[in-house]
Nanobody, 121 residues
């Protein structure tokens, strides 16, 4: 019904930058919010950043000032610009969306398959 396709992960040196992108597609739907989660080895999945359809943005404390989330409601995409990357940012990053489909009248959560970001020297 709704598919999330992620791109942009890879290997980067400490202090470097990466930009993650996610596009939602499928049947007619509207986005309530989209965001990025990550799961590092030995840790639980955590929210990195999220953005609602009306533009409210939330960041994890660990990425404030370094990461920037942006979205395009028309294209149903969300990007995560990651700057000043640290070893601790190494994780699988997952795109998330809560969408309301035309066929139903409540929000449903969707997840991308994840993209690996490795910060290493």
């Amino acid at each position: 019904q709704v598919q999330l396709v992620e791109s942009g992960g890879g290997l980067v040196q400490p202090g470097g930058s990466l930009r993650l992108s996610c596009e939602a597609s499928g049947s007619t739907f509207s986005i309530n919010d989209m965001g990025w989660y990550r799961q590092a080895p030995g840790k639980e999945r955590e929210l990195v950043a999220s953005i609602t359809s009306d533009g409210y943005i939330n960041y994890a404390d660990s990425v404030k000032g370094r990461f920037t989330i942006s979205g395009d409601n028309a294209k149903k995409t969300v990007d995560l610009q990651m700057n000043s990357l640290k070893f601790e940012d190494t994780a699988v990053y997952y795109c998330y969306a809560r969408a309301t489909l035309a066929e139903i009248h409540y929000g449903v959560d969707y997840w991308g398959k994840g993209t690996l970001v490795t910060v290493s020297s």
